[in-house]
């Protein structure tokens, strides 16, 4: 008989070994459903992996990885914080959008005006759009003792319905000739978040990525509040004893893990997308889940993650367009890896034993 054995304690080979088996089994499971679609599986999976870094148009690929590459580590990096205490952030998305809107609204507030500290402001206010829609969950959290994990996941919806809102009215392009959306930040050049090298696709965005990777990293090993965070994930009851207070924990992670997402959607409105509009949010906010999973939960493991997934992103276009491969198919292969993630995740606790369990 095929069982689950619990381990005396967690296996630290299976904790670092996961990720790379989950991506394995993915490929694998990937592979079965492309050929399923009467695809090439091989060629799929090579297009998805190699054709954006070593393929004919790498030279343009490339500069994309740290487009797509850099809202998904800064959104898994605040998302991490929580989830190391135990507390559920899921509307990262919401938050995402929200930020953009401050941004955006900040930024269009000064059109046609040019000036050095209007980006700034938009900076500003991206993170306190995406801070202050965290701080709703938070706050209930707090004083209701309400479920933070449905809260923040309802407010997305919300702040779609914001989005579309706004993309529709106070924010529409009054020279759009009625189109939805506003005006193209990436023409308004005091409000654009252009590439710092041209054609590098290193913008400010990629930059706070990377600020917030060493930020993460310091703060976790190097400081009391970030002590208190991985204590009260392992071991809740001991940090009540140590003297933790659970409630400004929950405003801090909450209200980090908001900030950063808030700062994405603005890079990214004033960066890559260019412009609010009703499809502006592409899942960046959930994706960054599986990021910070992917990754350990640790800053560097999340900034490989990032990369990884930004990999499968722009090399699940490419297969798209080549191969004819349909978008579903791409997110359920995405999927797929937070799915194998989870289920290898379970030995690290416990070990598969064949025979009868032991009876004491």
């Given at each position: 008989m095929i069982r689950l054995e619990k381990r005396p304690q967690p296996s630290r080979a299976w904790s670092m070994a996961t990720p790379l088996v989950a991506v394995l089994a993915t490929m694998i499971a990937g592979?079965?459903?492309?050929?399923?679609?009467?695809?090439?599986?091989?060629?799929a999976i090579r297009t998805i992996f190699w054709e954006p870094l070593f393929g004919e148009f790498a030279f343009y690929y490339r500069p994309q990885l740290l487009i797509k590459g850099a809202p998904l580590v800064l959104i898994a990096i605040g998302l991490s914080l929580g989830f190391r205490a135990g507390i559920w952030n899921i509307g990262?998305?919401?938050?995402?959008?929200?930020?953009?809107?401050?941004?955006?609204?900040?930024?269009?507030?000064?059109?046609?005006?040019?000036?050095?500290?209007?980006?700034?402001?938009?900076?500003?206010a991206g993170a306190f759009g995406g801070w202050i829609w965290a701080m709703i969950p938070a706050f209930l959290k707090v004083r209701f003792?309400?479920?933070?994990?449905?809260?923040?996941?309802?407010?997305?919806?919300?702040?779609?319905?914001?989005?579309?809102s706004m993309s529709l009215g106070l924010l529409k392009?009054?020279?759009?000739?009625?189109?939805?959306?506003?005006?193209?930040?990436?023409?308004?050049?005091?409000?654009?978040?252009?590439?710092?090298?041209?054609?590098?696709?290193?913008h400010w965005g990629v930059v706070a990525a990377l600020i917030a990777v060493i930020f993460a990293y310091v703060l976790l090993n190097r400081h009391m509040l970030g002590y208190q965070i991985r204590l009260t994930g392992e071991a809740p009851r001991a940090a009540r004893f140590a003297g933790v207070n659970p409630a400004r924990l929950v405003l801090f992670c909450l209200g980090t893990s908001g900030m950063l997402a808030g700062l994405a959607g603005l890079f990214e409105v004033s960066g890559p997308s260019g412009q609010v509009s009703i499809d502006f949010n592409v899942g960046y906010g959930f994706t960054?889940?599986?990021?910070?999973?992917?990754?350990?939960?640790?800053?560097?493991?999340?900034?490989?993650?990032?990369?990884?997934?930004?990999?499968?992103?722009?090399?699940?276009?490419?297969?798209?367009?080549?191969?004819?491969?349909?978008?579903?198919?791409?997110?359920?292969?995405?999927?797929?890896?937070?799915?194998?993630?989870?289920?290898?995740?379970?030995?690290?606790?416990?070990?598969?034993?064949?025979?009868?369990?032991?009876?004491a």
């Amino acid at each position: 008989m095929i069982r689950l054995e619990k381990r005396p304690q967690p296996s630290r080979a299976w904790s670092m070994a996961t990720p790379l088996v989950a991506v394995l089994a993915t490929m694998i499971a990937g592979g079965l459903l492309f050929a399923i679609l009467g695809k090439d599986p091989v060629e799929a999976i090579r297009t998805i992996f190699w054709e954006p870094l070593f393929g004919e148009f790498a030279f343009y690929y490339r500069p994309q990885l740290l487009i797509k590459g850099a809202p998904l580590v800064l959104i898994a990096i605040g998302l991490s914080l929580g989830f190391r205490a135990g507390i559920w952030n899921i509307g990262a998305e919401g938050q995402y959008i929200m930020g953009a809107l401050f941004g955006a609204g900040m930024g269009l507030a000064f059109y046609p005006h040019e000036a050095w500290y209007i980006f700034p402001l938009m900076v500003l206010a991206g993170a306190f759009g995406g801070w202050i829609w965290a701080m709703i969950p938070a706050f209930l959290k707090v004083r209701f003792g309400t479920n933070e994990i449905l809260v923040s996941l309802m407010l997305v919806y919300v702040a779609e319905q914001f989005l579309a809102s706004m993309s529709l009215g106070l924010l529409k392009n009054p020279e759009g000739f009625g189109f939805p959306g506003s005006r193209n930040l990436q023409q308004y050049e005091s409000a654009h978040n252009a590439d710092l090298i041209a054609g590098s696709g290193m913008h400010w965005g990629v930059v706070a990525a990377l600020i917030a990777v060493i930020f993460a990293y310091v703060l976790l090993n190097r400081h009391m509040l970030g002590y208190q965070i991985r204590l009260t994930g392992e071991a809740p009851r001991a940090a009540r004893f140590a003297g933790v207070n659970p409630a400004r924990l929950v405003l801090f992670c909450l209200g980090t893990s908001g900030m950063l997402a808030g700062l994405a959607g603005l890079f990214e409105v004033s960066g890559p997308s260019g412009q609010v509009s009703i499809d502006f949010n592409v899942g960046y906010g959930f994706t960054a889940i599986i990021v910070a999973f992917l990754g350990r939960l640790h800053p560097v493991g999340i900034l490989l993650a990032g990369g990884l997934m930004a990999l499968t992103y722009i090399g699940g276009d490419i297969a798209q367009s080549n191969m004819g491969l349909p978008s579903a198919a791409i997110q359920v292969f995405q999927g797929m890896l937070l799915f194998f993630l989870l289920a290898f995740d379970l030995l690290t606790n416990f070990r598969i034993a064949i025979g009868k369990p032991e009876v004491a």
